[in-house]
DNA sequence: TTATATGCAAACCTTTTGCGGAACA
DNA sequence: TGTTCCGCAAAAGGTTTGCATATAA
C-alpha cells in the first residue's frame, strides 16, 4: 500500500490552482511558483497536478488549440474559451444539469467519473476587434 | 481572395470521418486512406481535418490524455470516454439542449460558434474486469 | 498560367518518464 | 531507514509548418 506524502511542493501547487481564478497550465502554475520554490522541476507541476486531478481535488480541462487546464474549482460549472485571444472563463449556469452524469450512466452502460463541457466562441473584445 | 479547390485527397478525407463512427484520430484517417492514396501525408490529413473543422463540416474533440478525435456527424450531441481504454461513443441525449449555446451568448457577452461536452468514466467491459 | 494544395521532413510544443539523489514519515 | 518525491534531462507523442513540386481551375 502507498503512503501518500506531504511535500512543500504538493501543497503549494494545489494553493495556487486553488488561490486563482484563471483555469493556469502546467506552465503556468511553474511560473507562479518560481520565486517561492527555488529550483521547482516542471516535471513535479505535472506529476503533482495530474495526482490531484487523478484525486479529484482539482479539474484538468482539454482545451483544442491549447495546452490543458486546471482548475481548483470543481463545483459544477462550465467553461468558454475565446478562439482568438485565448481568454478562458467560468460559467456558473444557474441550470447546470448535475443529474446528467446519472442519466447517461443509466443510458450507456458506462460509469462515469465527470464530464467537461467547453464553449468555443469569441470573447465581446476579439468581437469588436473584428468588426474593425 | 483565396479560392478553395477540390483534391481526391480532401474529398476522400471529408467522406472517410463522414463514413464512420469511430470518430478517427488524424492518424486513424491517415491510416483509413493509405491504401486508397499512395503517397498522402499525415500532413495534408491534419491540414484538411483543420480546415473542415474550422469551417464547421466536421467536428474537432479534444480528449484528455489522447490524440484529438474527428467527428463527421455535426448533429448535437454529447461523447462519452473510457478512461481505461479509451472507447470512445457518441450519446444521443433526448434532452440535449440546443438553446444553451444562445443563454451562454446573452449572460457572458460571448459569440459562441460551438460547444463540446466529453464524459469521462469506465466503459462497461473496463468496470466488469476491474472488479476482477 | 498561376495560385492553391500536396509531400516531405524538420521543428515545435506539450507532456511523460527514467534515474539518481533528497527528504518525508 | 525505507520509500515516496523531487530535479534534471531526455524522450515521447501529437501537431504544425516551410519549402519545393504537383495540380486544379
Redesign the interface.
Known amino acids: 500500500m502507498i503512503k501518500e506524502r506531504n511535500t512543500k511542493q504538493k501543497s503549494l501547487i494545489l494553493s495556487a490552482v486553488r488561490g486563482t481564478k484563471t483555469h493556469p497550465t502546467a506552465e503556468e502554475v511553474h511560473l507562479m511558483l518560481s520565486d517561492s520554490v527555488q529550483g521547482l522541476s516542471l516535471g513535479t507541476v505535472y506529476r503533482n497536478l495530474n495526482h490531484m486531478a487523478e484525486s479529484g481535488q482539482i479539474r484538468?480541462?482539454?482545451?483544442?488549440n491549447s495546452p490543458?487546464r486546471f482548475d481548483g474549482d470543481i463545483s459544477p460549472h462550465?467553461h468558454?474559451c475565446?478562439?482568438t485571444c485565448g481568454k478562458f472563463?467560468d460559467?456558473f449556469?444557474t441550470?447546470y444539469d448535475t443529474s446528467?452524469?446519472k442519466?447517461?450512466?443509466e443510458?450507456?452502460?458506462?460509469?462515469?467519473?465527470?464530464?467537461?463541457?467547453?464553449?468555443?466562441?469569441?470573447?465581446?473584445e476579439c468581437?469588436l476587434n473584428q468588426k474593425n
Do not use: A, M
Not at 60 to 64: A, L
Open positions: 484538468r480541462i482539454s482545451v483544442t490543458d462550465h468558454i475565446c478562439n472563463c460559467f449556469d441550470d446528467l452524469d442519466v447517461i450512466e443510458k450507456s452502460g458506462f460509469t462515469l467519473i465527470k464530464h467537461e463541457t467547453v464553449f468555443y466562441g469569441l470573447c465581446p468581437n
